[in-house]
Structure formats: structure tokens, C-alpha cells
């Protein structure tokens, strides 16, 4: 076999080893440093993810993720960092919303698959790559080959997925409020116009008495009118021819 068609070199316990370095790099971080991470610029979308946010694997156990979840807490606690409060109240926010939709396994699987189709996406584009590398007679070794790089990869890729996601539930949010929003207008203009419609027969009822009697007051009043003229029209006098 070549040296083009080696698949990588790296050990899975090596790979092991590396995340493990870089989770008890970011574990180790001050309450400061937690805060920062917590609130940094785009953090709205990069805490989509709740294990990013608790820095914790997705097969953890349930009791590793009690755990992390306390650490993680007394560390932002308000009550911890009385120089910093609001932000630290922001954070510990970000931290108990991860945490309980961790605790519910409906939003735990949403999450997982997220996570799973993020790793699936980069390794399927490895290995498109490396098929396209060996078909070019070049070595089939690649950056993401490095646990690192890799890692980096799925964190981003992973990202994007949540990302558009939340981009997709906020539309769909907005298109639902436009719809009760539109919805209760025309409520209301159904009731106004139904309001308006019961006055105007009551209007039309109270006075509907006062209309007749003033259209008989009206009649009785012209007929009066033209029997008087009647009374008071006299026969032309005729003349008479006197006879020689």
C-alpha cells in the first residue's frame, strides 16, 4: 500500500487525550474568565449549544452533568462576583437555561442531534476530500486529521447548524405573532362592527314610534290642507244675457 491511500496516523488515544487537555484547560477558568465566555460578542448564538455552555461532553452521565453544572454556577454566582453583578447574573442565566434543557430529554435529543449531524457533516466532507486526494495520486492526510483542528471543525459546523436553527424558530415566532396579531384585528373589527350594527337598531327602534307618528302628523296635515282649499273653491259666476 502507498503512502497516499495510509489512512491517518493519529491513535484514538491520542485524540482522547487531546480533548481531554482541552476541557481541563477551559474547566480551570476563573469566574472572570467563565463571565467573559459567557458574554461574549455573539454569545447568543454560541450558547445555543448547552454542553458548550457547560463545557461538558454530550455522553456525559446525568450526575457529571449535576456536577458541572455547580462547578460552573458557583463560579458566576452572583454572590461570587459582587464587582461584576449584572453580568454575572447574565451568566449564571445562560448557565441554568442550559442546564435545565439538559434536564429535559426532549430538548437533550434536539440538542445530541444537532451535535451529531455537525460531527456526521465533517467527516463526510473529510471524506469527500480524501477520495478526491487519492483520485489526484496526492497524500490522503489532512488538517482536520489533527484532533485539534477537527474538533475546531465540528464546533463550528455544529454552530452554524444551531444557529440556523434558532435563525428558522425566531421566523417562525415573528409569522406566528403577525398571524395572532392579524387574527385579533380582525376580532376586534368584527366585534366594533357588530357593536356598531346593535346600536343602530336600537337606535332605530327608539325612534321608529316618533317616524310613524310624524309621517301621520305629515299626512293628516296635507289632507287637512286640501280639504280647506276644497271649501273655500267657488263656481265661476256666470253672466246672464239679457234678453231685448
Known sequence: T????????????????????????????????????????????????????????????????????????????????????????????????????????????????????????????????????????KPTVMEEDDPEVFRQAVYKQTMKLFAELEIKRKERETKDMHERKRQREEEIETHERAKREREWQKNFEETRDGRVDSWRSFQSKGKTKKEKNRTFLKPPKVKMEQRE
Open 2 to 137: 502507498g503512502y497516499c491511500d495510509q489512512e491517518p496516523h493519529t491513535s484514538i488515544s491520542t485524540r482522547l487525550r487531546s480533548v481531554k487537555q482541552i476541557e481541563k484547560r477551559d474547566s480551570v477558568l476563573t469566574s472572570k474568565q467563565q463571565i467573559d465566555r459567557l458574554l461574549r460578542p455573539g454569545a447568543s448564538y454560541f450558547n445555543l449549544n448547552p454542553f458548550e455552555v457547560l463545557q461538558i461532553d454530550p455522553d456525559a452521565t446525568d450526575e457529571e452533568l449535576k456536577k458541572r453544572f455547580r462547578q460552573l454556577s458557583i463560579l458566576v454566582h452572583p454572590d461570587k462576583n459582587q464587582d461584576d453583578v449584572d453580568r454575572a447574573q447574565l451568566a449564571f442565566e445562560a448557565v441554568d437555561k442550559a442546564y435545565k434543557m439538559l434536564l429535559e430529554s426532549e430538548h437533550k435529543k434536539k440538542a445530541l442531534d444537532v451535535i451529531h449531524a455537525g460531527k456526521e457533516y465533517v467527516e463526510h466532507m473529510m471524506s469527500q476530500k480524501r477520495k478526491q486526494l487519492k483520485k489526484d495520486g
